[in-house]
């Protein structure tokens, strides 16, 4: 994985601005510890930083080809891992073309040259790059068919930027971390739309996307969406397919000359990647694992709404299962109200996010994991892709006109509760989510032959795997990178998730439980407890001090009369927080809403200003 940001301009000489390419040295260090580069041209800058995980040695950035007399033709800054580079190398040498190294960042240079951007549609893997193709004039960036990899851009009249994260674009000097009404909208609805970015004038390349910018400007187009089809094969075959395609998967994905590990939460899905990883690289030294736990929750768990049990026991029994080197991470009140933690969140993650205790604890825990490991392979994306998540098959949820996460909230504000009142009328957030919500129910491609049902269900789905999924993959991807840890996540292969996408729903819960199939697929991989485990999501911490710590945070925001946090906050909500013995839910304020508050103040404390 590495981390890249550049410039491209018709208006100004960049190989003459030495101090932009220093400003954008900085921006992304942490993508990228290992090597840091620059190349430019006068319409031209790109600045890479590489994590070296294959191919130590070679794999330099930008990679550059040139034609017969040693004149440069395509120059490219890429990040990402292409899972089939061997074959394509293969095909490619068929062709005629030559390779200096072994990396993968080579042969995308080479796929380039003979397929253009068209190449996207033969890589498999996660990965966002830019291409500067020199004969053409034309910057061409690319962003894997789920977003695993974050990709940004901004087109401004003296020049087009783009980065892996918002910070880089803002080095380039052509856009300022400026969040307007349409920012607040995007960041506190939890309704996270494909494109649209928090910050004024910058915009995200959409997963799938193929975005290219020269001297008539920015068009767009995908070269990759779900494609609905008759599922033909019946129950057996279909789950042998599953099993067959996984395997294969994490054979590809285990590749790496660096040490690698797995995340093992004792639910299904991790454990699956576990056993399956296990399985190719357990010899001599044992699979390395992690898991995190809240300390409070060793001898306090209280069963609830979504967690019926601790992670602990089950990930005790996974890891004696596999016989892996285990670490398990206790974590407590201290570390997740800890200021400069929750501020290295927030700046990870360039905006609040939702569920702040789950936040700083996956931050210290890839923390930890840097400690012994530089990539991790985690079960993401599974709940999504086989429907694990509670909205999948309540009822209520099931029939809300809205995103099911948000009917799965009780319609209650996840992340705007403290906001303030006419603001929040002004803003419309209701009917920003209700016209989000239409656009995507109009995206979702179906066969036409389905009962309502099924209909249904593949909306659901769909509505998962290209919106709820961006949540946790930029979660994945921004914190594991703020310890600089490649997180790889086989259950986001596009081949599977083609094929599970088109898979009826009955097949799906064929033995009347969330991801039967999946269950049925790995089946002989797992203990009984692990895979009978009902489905239990990241753990939400019990601790009622937590919620305490967080009042205190919020009344000492509240008392600096010269925080600019309190002018978008209503007071008597506010208020309601830090009085009220329901910590101000009978008002309708989540705690949610008061990690938002929280997270708001770090926001614009590190230089964020909101315009209304």
């Known amino acids: 994985m590495c981390g890249i940001v550049g410039l491209v301009s018709f208006v100004d000489d960049l190989s003459r601005r030495p101090d932009l390419a220093t400003a954008m040295r900085g921006a992304l260090a942490l993508r990228g510890p290992d090597a840091v580069s620059e190349w430019s041209s006068p319409q031209a800058l790109f600045v890479p930083r590489r994590l070296a995980v294959v191919d130590l040695e070679g794999g330099h950035q930008p990679a550059i080809a040139t034609d017969d007399e040693g004149r440069e033709t395509v120059v490219l800054s890429y990040t990402g891992e292409v899972f089939n580079f061997v074959e394509l190398r293969d095909e490619l040498r068929s062709r005629g073309h030559q390779f200096r190294d072994r990396s993968d960042t080579e042969v995308v240079l080479r796929a380039y040259q003979e397929w253009g951007a068209a190449c996207a549609e033969r890589l498999r893997g996660m990965f966002a790059f830019a291409v500067w193709d020199v004969q053409r004039e034309e910057l061409v960036l690319v962003r894997d068919r789920f977003g695993i990899y974050p990709l940004f851009y901004a087109e401004t009249p003296k020049g087009f930027a783009f980065g892996s994260e918002p910070k880089a674009l803002f080095t380039t000097g052509l856009v300022k971390p400026v969040v307007d009404r349409a920012g607040l909208l995007e960041a506190f609805s939890f309704t996270p739309s494909p494109g649209y970015s928090v910050f004024k004038d910058t915009r995200e390349v959409v997963p799938g996307e193929v975005v290219r910018y020269g001297r008539n400007g920015v068009t767009r187009h995908r070269y990759w969406q779900f494609t609905p089809a008759e599922h033909t094969d019946d129950l057996p075959t279909t789950e042998r397919r599953v099993r067959e395609l996984l395997e294969d998967i994490v054979r590809r994905q285990v590749a790496a000359d660096v040490p690698i590990s797995s995340m093992l939460s004792g639910g299904l899905d991790s454990s699956a990647i576990c056993a399956l990883v296990n399985r190719v690289v357990g010899g001599e030294k044992p699979l390395k694992t992690f898991s995190m736990e809240f300390a409070y929750h060793l001898e306090n768990f209280r069963p609830d709404e979504v967690h019926d049990s601790p992670d602990s026991p089950y990930v005790a029994k996974m890891a004696a299962h596999l016989g892996s080197?285990?670490?398990?991470?206790?974590?407590?009140?201290?570390?997740?109200?800890?200021?400069?933690?929750?501020?290295?969140?927030?700046?990870?993650?360039?905006?609040?996010?939702?569920?702040?205790?789950?936040?700083?604890?996956?931050?210290?825990?890839?923390?930890?994991?840097?400690?012994?490991?530089?990539?991790?392979?985690?079960?993401?994306?599974?709940?999504?892709?086989?429907?694990?998540?509670?909205?999948?098959?309540?009822?209520?949820?099931?029939?809300?006109?809205?995103?099911?996460?948000?009917?799965?909230?009780?319609?209650?504000?996840?992340?705007?509760?403290?906001?303030?009142?006419?603001?929040?009328?002004?803003?419309?957030?209701?009917?920003?989510?209700?016209?989000?919500?239409?656009?995507?129910?109009?995206?979702?491609?179906?066969?036409?032959?389905?009962?309502?049902?099924?209909?249904?269900?593949?909306?659901?789905t769909y509505l998962n795997m290209t919106r709820y999924l961006r949540v946790v993959l930029d979660r994945k991807d921004r914190l594991g990178m703020a310890a600089s840890i490649e997180g790889r996540v086989p259950f986001c292969d596009h081949e599977l998730a083609e094929y599970v996408y088109n898979v009826p729903w009955h097949m799906k819960?064929?033995?009347?439980?969330?991801?039967?199939?999946?269950?049925?697929?790995?089946?002989?991989?797992?203990?009984?407890?692990?895979?009978?485990?009902?489905?239990?999501?990241?753990?939400?911490?019990?601790?009622?001090?937590?919620?305490?710590?967080?009042?205190?945070?919020?009344?000492?925001?509240?008392?600096?009369?010269?925080?600019?946090?309190?002018?978008?906050?209503?007071?008597?909500?506010?208020?309601?927080?830090?009085?009220?013995?329901?910590?101000?839910?009978?008002?309708?304020v989540t705690r949610m809403s008061v990690e938002a508050a929280v997270q708001l103040h770090h926001w614009l404390s590190s230089g964020v200003t909101v315009e209304l």
């Not at 201290?334 to 501020?343: I, K, N, R, Y």
């Not at 509670?390 to 006109?401: I, L, T």
């Not at 009369?561 to 830090?578: C, F, G, I, M, W």
């Open 509 to 588: 819960i064929a033995d009347g439980r969330e991801k039967s199939l999946l269950r049925a697929a790995v089946r002989d991989l797992l203990p009984t407890s692990v895979l009978e485990r009902k489905k239990s999501p990241y753990p939400s911490v019990q601790d009622p001090a937590y919620r305490v710590a967080l009042r205190e945070q919020l009344r000492a925001i509240r008392a600096d009369r010269n925080n600019d946090v309190n002018e978008l906050l209503d007071a008597k909500r506010v208020e309601s927080a830090l009085t009220d013995k329901s910590f101000g839910l009978r008002a309708g």
């Open 325 to 460: 080197d285990h670490r398990e991470l206790l974590i407590n009140r201290d570390h997740l109200v800890d200021p400069e933690g929750q501020a290295a969140v927030v700046r990870a993650m360039d905006r609040p996010a939702a569920g702040l205790d789950m936040y700083v604890s996956l931050y210290r825990l890839s923390q930890e994991v840097r400690r012994f490991s530089t990539v991790t392979l985690t079960g993401d994306g599974s709940d999504e892709l086989f429907g694990g998540y509670v909205w999948f098959h309540d009822p209520f949820y099931v029939e809300s006109d809205t995103f099911p996460w948000l009917g799965a909230s009780h319609q209650m504000e996840f992340l705007s509760g403290l906001l303030d009142r006419e603001l929040y009328a002004e803003l419309d957030f209701p009917g920003y989510v209700r016209d989000r919500y239409r656009e995507a129910i109009a995206e979702v491609p179906l066969t036409g032959s389905e009962d309502p049902h099924e209909r249904r269900m593949r909306e659901i």
